[in-house]
Every structure is written in structure tokens, then in C-alpha cells.
């Protein structure tokens, strides 16, 4: 018996190849200050993140990043960091931007700041293999996020309860930071490592502002995320 695959004609399709495309000009930073996923991009989208593509990516990231960590002469000293984004880069909140919608990270403060106190994000799996792979070459994690300094305690239970542990330190926004566009405040931080003597090999992050801005990484890797921009 023959059957029809579901899958042919789709990249035939004129909506799929525009939304792929987008999503290409997303991630390589063409899109600029994008403020929501196209509504006729939505479902391709969310079968990217719910498809094998988004874990392949994801993946070739993860490898990409410890290929070059392991060419890295430690000091020795606990003073050479690789710091990681949270959201989208250790852990997913795509439960939550399934049924508040794509945009809800910026348009629904309210909405987000609720599902982060649940706790309930769940860990990348190759974010969680390239955590560990750092911590056993030696390098000195430092969590650098956008989450708000009265999310600390639900920041840390999640991390830890889906396997992250032994962080260097966790940075969150404190209430001088609030005005501050991810980028200066990411900068600021990074600048504030420097001064007290870290070496920042390495940098991930699912936004361009996690990593843009001096002064950066010695090496910077980008995650994949369509869903959202953050400037």
C-alpha cells in the first residue's frame, strides 16, 4: 500500500519558502528590530520549534561551540568564564509562548512573569550537553540573563530541576538596569566581569543583544530563535 508523504510539495509551498527565508534573515540579523512573527508564518514556525530541525540546529550550535572551547588554554586560576543566556539558550518557555502567542514575551509582560515563577521551562538537551562539556574542560559558567532580580529563586529551582548546576555566578536585571536595552545591559555586565579579572572566552545566546557589544566574547555562538526579538 502506498501512501501519500505528508511532507511532499511542502518546500514547493509559497508560504513555507517565505517563512523560511524570514526565519534565515531572523537568525543571521538581516530582520533587524523585528516586532512579531508574521501572522502567515506562525504555524511554521511552531513546527520548526516542535520539529527535528530546531533540535539539529540547536545541536550543530552545541558542537560547533565545544569544538572551539577545546581549543582553549586554561589558566588554571577559575578566572576563564563562558557565560550563557537563560531563556531560549539553557531552557525552552515554549509551553508558555504556545498559548500566550509568539509575541507575548514583549506584549504580555504580565503573562511572562507568571509563567517564570512556575518554573516550568524546560531544558535545551544540547544546551544541557554543551553546560556539562564546559564544566568538565574547566571553564567558569556565568549565567547572564534579562530576567528580573525578584525572579532569582524561581530562576534557579527551574535551572536546577532540569539539570543545570555549579553555576559561577547568575546575573539578573536590577531595577537600575530596567530602562536599558538588553544589549547596554549585557555590555555593562560583561564589562563588570572583565574589570574583575574573568577572561571571556566564550558567549551563548538565542539574541544578537546577548552577544553584540563591547566588549564581546572571544568567540560568540548564536542560537536559533524565530519566535521573538529582543533589541
Not at 105 to 126: C, F, H, I
Not at 147 to 164: C, D, F, P
Request: proline share 4%.
Amino acid at each position: 500500500m502506498v501512501t501519500e508523504d505528508p511532507n511532499a510539495g511542502l518546500a514547493d509551498d509559497p508560504k513555507v519558502q517565505y517563512c523560511e527565508s524570514w526565519r534565515l534573515a531572523v537568525e543571521t540579523n538581516n530582520a533587524g528590530e523585528w516586532k512579531k512573527v508574521p501572522s502567515r508564518c506562525v504555524d511554521v514556525v511552531a513546527d520548526y520549534i516542535k520539529g527535528p530541525q530546531y533540535l539539529t540546529d540547536s545541536k550543530m550550535v552545541a558542537r560547533l561551540s565545544h569544538a572551539y572551547a577545546k581549543t582553549v588554554k586554561l589558566a588554571g586560576d577559575d578566572r576563564d568564564v563562558w557565560i550563557f543566556d537563560v531563556d531560549e539558550t539553557l531552557i525552552s518557555n515554549f509551553l508558555h509562548y504556545t498559548v500566550h502567542g509568539y509575541e507575548s514575551r514583549m506584549s504580555n509582560e504580565t503573562a511572562y512573569d507568571q509563567w517564570v515563577y512556575t518554573g516550568k521551562a524546560t531544558a535545551l538537551p544540547w544546551s544541557l550537553w554543551l553546560y556539562r562539556k564546559l564544566q568538565s574542560l574547566g571553564f567558569q559558567l556565568v549565567l547572564l540573563t534579562g530576567r528580573k532580580e525578584h525572579h532569582r529563586n524561581s530562576t534557579e529551582q527551574n535551572l536546577m530541576a532540569v539539570g543545570y548546576r555549579s553555576w559561577k555566578k547568575l546575573i539578573l536585571r536590577e531595577s537600575l538596569d530596567a530602562t536599558k536595552t538588553a544589549m547596554t545591559y549585557k555590555s555593562e555586565k560583561r564589562a563588570e566581569l572583565e574589570a574583575e579579572g574573568y577572561r571571556i572566552h566564550g558567549s551563548s545566546g538565542d539574541q544578537w543583544s546577548d552577544l553584540l557589544g563591547p566588549p564581546m566574547a572571544k568567540r560568540s555562538f548564536k542560537l536559533p530563535n524565530p519566535m521573538y526579538h529582543i533589541p
